[in-house]
């Protein structure tokens, strides 16, 4: 349908889905191929393709496979994700049909369920300009059905380049390069197509390797051309044996794919074993940045990069790939060598929803800065309905950006849910987790603004330009009648001390690390209102209260972070607070980590003011918190099947213990007003 001197091709075509697959199907038995078809709407398959149909979530299935020919169904929705998956499994002499909803302008997007907070799909007019402009300028026309009359046909040319031979001069350059290495950490860095995997599997004929990767299926090409006896380990396996000793290199497939703490592991785990690692990755794509995932990963280790360029799987120039590139945004924009540093000549402005240009632009400068921007963010920027884009510009460049959501004002019965345990809708991330986790009601009854992303041009940082975007979006949240402005981040010293710089105060402290960073997620609020001020001041004394207790779960330098409270020292350390969140984990589904502050301090509040007897009713949450929070050890001492066996055991000790108070006239408000 376009440019018949590209070695792939992209026929884009407009209708209902059932009517498009009825038409194409004497196209698809003319043209012998695989016919890989991505869709929503299985159904409407005829019967020659329903083996090759997948649903957009059960893509990641194509890693490591190649296709000749498939049908992309965007018809019910555009999963970029997978269309990034698909893409990349062509051979050179294929065929992708794109099919399109037959009006664009009235197109609600399955898609959007996955990243706007809404039950029910959206407009997306912002994505659909962006196609629109993408396909313009590949000069790709679009069919609608009523032109569709004729099978289509590949070009005979399309069918001789499908069995051209394979350009690999330099795979062979850099498979010598890479045995010539004396370096711990290898990583080679490739764009999908490059032959990484197959690289990787001859690397295997000439060293003795153990290979890993998110699963095994993506390995298909790797084993195709590796040495048949290679070893293969998942990755959380490879970590609980904790040994490496029939390998002189670990090689690590889909690097980029994997969270950063079991690749930390994978890489100390090498480390200690005197094994050395290979490490493939993407540098686009589904998977994150991965020029920001290098920096974040490698940063301070000796390491040795190898890069391929010439395309295996397609022909070098190939068209598809550049109209994916476009479409996805792949790459980074070059970077500014001579930045202008004037304060004074910086503009920090809200960035127009409809602003196609801009919005592009942004999406470039977040993957510099967050390696975990994916093509889902892409998506949430051109489209999201709760979101607002904020820019600093200098002479109209962009170089700052900040993404922000409204958050709060949900009703009282909702937040009595998200309190309990029994509801988590949709949004509202900083909001409902204060309800959830901190026990504080109030967070998700008031109005906020919680700071998404925030991202300044490394050649203009630290000359205050992020502080002054935060100050700008604060002054505008005071403006919309907002109660607070809040954050949530990975916790590192560097980002705390820019957070309280802006003015924020530190609230709350998750009990798990983040499986993607690796680190701590806390969240910190800066108050507008009386109200605002209220709820940040009650937080903070929780907070600090708590953190005595805290610290034997979580690993954090909290003497640097907070104020010690004694107020854990006093007789009569267990107040009405207390006694509503362990109402709410007894009798209702408020985690045990949420908790644990309170579960503490009523076991010290047995083992002090009560008869030693009585303490004994609760062995198993006295045994677990001497522990430090050890389950598997009290489980298997306690003989019980399992956590949740473990929880409900310390739930109905708490529960008998909180019954014996019902004469209590504080309890008894307590637990009338949680249902």
Not at 183 to 212: D, E, M, W
Not at 529 to 535: A, E, I, N, P
Request: with cysteine; proline share 4%.
């Amino acid at each position: 349908m376009h440019n018949p001197n590209s070695n792939r091709m992209l026929w884009v075509l407009q209708g209902e889905s059932a009517q498009l697959f009825e038409q194409l199907g004497t196209t698809f038995e003319q043209n012998t191929g695989d016919w890989i078809t991505v869709t929503y709407q299985p159904d409407y398959l005829p019967s020659s393709l329903i083996a090759n149909a997948l649903k957009p979530h059960q893509t990641k299935q194509l890693l490591g496979q190649q296709y000749r020919h498939a049908i992309f169904d965007a018809t019910a929705g555009f999963n970029l994700d997978a269309f990034a998956m698909l893409v990349g499994t062509l051979v050179k002499g294929s065929v992708l049909v794109l099919l399109l909803p037959k009006e664009l302008s009235s197109w609600h997007d399955q898609d959007s369920l996955r990243w706007n907070e809404s039950h029910n799909p959206i407009n997306v007019p912002n994505f659909v300009a962006h196609l629109m402009e993408t396909l313009a300028e590949f000069g790709v026309s679009i069919n609608s059905t009523s032109l569709l009359k004729n099978a289509l046909s590949i070009p005979p040319s399309l069918l001789m380049m499908a069995d051209d031979t394979r350009d690999l001069a330099e795979q062979q350059v850099t498979l010598k390069q890479l045995l010539n290495s004396n370096k711990p950490i290898n990583v080679l860095v490739a764009k999908r197509g490059r032959g990484k995997s197959a690289l990787a599997g001859r690397f295997s004929h000439y060293q003795r390797c153990i290979v890993t990767a998110p699963n095994k299926s993506a390995l298909t090409t790797f084993f195709t051309f590796a040495k048949p006896d290679t070893p293969f380990f998942a990755p959380d396996e490879l970590i609980v044996q904790s040994k490496i000793d029939v390998a002189d290199y670990l090689v690590i497939d889909e690097a980029a794919m994997i969270p950063l703490p079991m690749l930390e592991k994978l890489l100390q785990l090498a480390i200690t074993n005197n094994c050395r690692v290979l490490l493939t990755t993407t540098v686009d794509g589904y998977e994150g940045t991965g020029q920001g995932f290098l920096l974040k990963l490698l940063s301070g280790k000796t390491c040795q990069y190898f890069h391929l360029h010439t395309p295996i799987r397609w022909q070098a120039g190939d068209m598809l790939e550049q109209f994916s590139d476009r479409l996805l945004l792949n790459g980074l924009l070059p970077q500014d060598d001579n930045p202008v540093i004037s304060s004074l000549s910086t503009q920090y402005s809200k960035v127009e929803r409809n602003d196609v240009d801009s919005l592009r632009s942004i999406f470039y400068l977040l993957k510099m800065a967050h390696y975990q921007t994916t093509l889902i963010d892409l998506r949430r920027l051109f489209d999201a309905q709760n979101l607002s884009v904020w820019q600093a510009t200098i002479d109209n460049r962009q170089i700052a950006a900040a993404l922000t959501l409204t958050e709060g004002n949900l009703p009282d019965e909702l937040i009595t849910q998200v309190w309990q345990g029994t509801r988590r809708p949709k949004g509202n991330l900083v909001a409902q987790s204060l309800v959830a986790h901190a026990g504080e009601r109030l967070a998700a009854k008031l109005r906020s603004v919680r700071i998404n992303r925030i991202a300044v041009m490394e050649a203009y940082r630290r000359q205050h330009i992020a502080k002054q975007l935060v100050q700008t979006i604060c002054d505008h949240a005071k403006v919309q009648n907002n109660d607070f402005v809040s954050v949530s981040f990975a916790y590192s010293s560097s980002n705390y001390q820019f957070w309280t710089a802006c003015g924020f105060v530190l609230v709350h402290v998750s009990s798990h690390k983040q499986a993607s960073s690796g680190s701590y997620s806390v969240m910190a609020l800066k108050p507008i209102t009386q109200s605002g001020h209220l709820l940040t001041y009650k937080l903070k004394q929780k907070l600090q209260r708590n953190t005595y207790w805290l610290k034997d779960i979580i690993d954090l330098p909290f003497n640097d972070m907070i104020i010690s409270d004694d107020s854990w020292l006093l007789s009569s350390d267990l107040d009405v607070n207390d006694l509503d969140e362990l109402v709410g984990f007894a009798y209702f589904h408020r985690p045990f980590e949420a908790s644990y502050a309170p579960l503490c301090r009523l076991n010290r509040y047995i083992q002090i003011h009560q008869q030693s007897s009585q303490a004994s009713s609760f062995p198993v949450l006295s045994a677990l918190l001497k522990s430090k929070n050890n389950q598997a050890l009290v489980i298997n001492s306690c003989q019980l099947a399992g956590k949740q066996a473990l929880m409900q055991t310390i739930k109905h000790e708490v529960k008998t213990w909180l019954a014996k108070q019902a004469s209590n006239a504080i309890f008894s408000e307590i637990v009338s007003k949680d249902n």
